[in-house]
């Protein structure tokens, strides 16, 4: 059974990816929870104070998956996991994608730790893409920063291409995750050598069929 707290997250949540920011407010909250306002305002005083508890939880589920790619084998498959792992769930925590820019701009604390967070996640990256380079996976860089802005380019993808899908669909579900996925990892290609293109078509071919 969940807690009140854990009602009321799980409540914001759904109507965050449903309804967008600007058109919940703690009263919506309580109002489908069926509860007083008093009663939420117990647990969170402010609409800010529950953007933030679900951010860092959004942050602490994207961590374990970074602390797992430290003991597992350096390969193309573990980036294609790591990115469709990461790109699910941004899905489950989309309203954040969809609202970036005002979150950013509204919430001093989710920006401040957002800066931060992406120092780590470019320093993880390109460790990543170093050991992928040692492997004879992806080549050497060729260009000066070349695989920090492959990161960057990364970033942006990966910050924005939930608003693309609201753009362009009628609706979006799980299933556009597939499509934008496909998308994203292709960015890679060209900075693989011959033994990580034959890899990179053997991941892809597996794709496909596990699709259907």
């Avoid at 969170?44 to 589920?61: A, C, G, H, N, P």
Wanted: glycine residues 2%; hydrophobic residues 40%.
């Amino acid at each position: 059974m969940k807690n009140t707290k854990e009602k009321i997250l799980a409540t914001a949540l759904d109507l965050f990816n449903a309804n967008g920011l600007s058109k919940v407010t703690l009263r919506t909250i309580a109002k489908k929870m069926g509860i007083s306002q008093g009663n939420l305002n117990y647990h969170f005083k402010k609409r800010d104070d529950i953007i933030e508890f679900l951010y860092f939880e959004l942050v602490s589920t994207i961590d374990k998956s970074m602390i797992e790619t430290q003991s597992a084998e350096i390969n193309l498959k573990l980036l294609f996991d790591l990115s469709k792992s990461i790109m699910t769930n941004f899905y489950t925590y989309r309203f954040f994608l969809l609202d970036f820019v005002q979150i950013m701009k509204g919430n001093k604390i989710i920006k401040s730790h957002y800066l931060k967070l992406s120092e780590l996640r470019e320093d993880q990256f390109t460790d990543l893409f170093t050991a992928l380079v040692k492997k004879k996976i992806m080549r050497k860089e060729e260009l000066p920063n070349e695989y920090c802005f492959l990161y960057t380019r990364f970033q942006i993808l990966g910050d924005f291409w939930i608003s693309s899908a609201e753009i362009v669909n009628k609706r979006i579900s799980k299933h556009i995750i597939s499509n934008y996925y496909t998308i994203i990892i292709q960015a890679i290609y060209p900075y693989l050598t011959p033994k990580g293109k034959k890899e990179y078509h053997a991941l892809i071919k597996v794709a496909i069929i596990n699709r259907y």
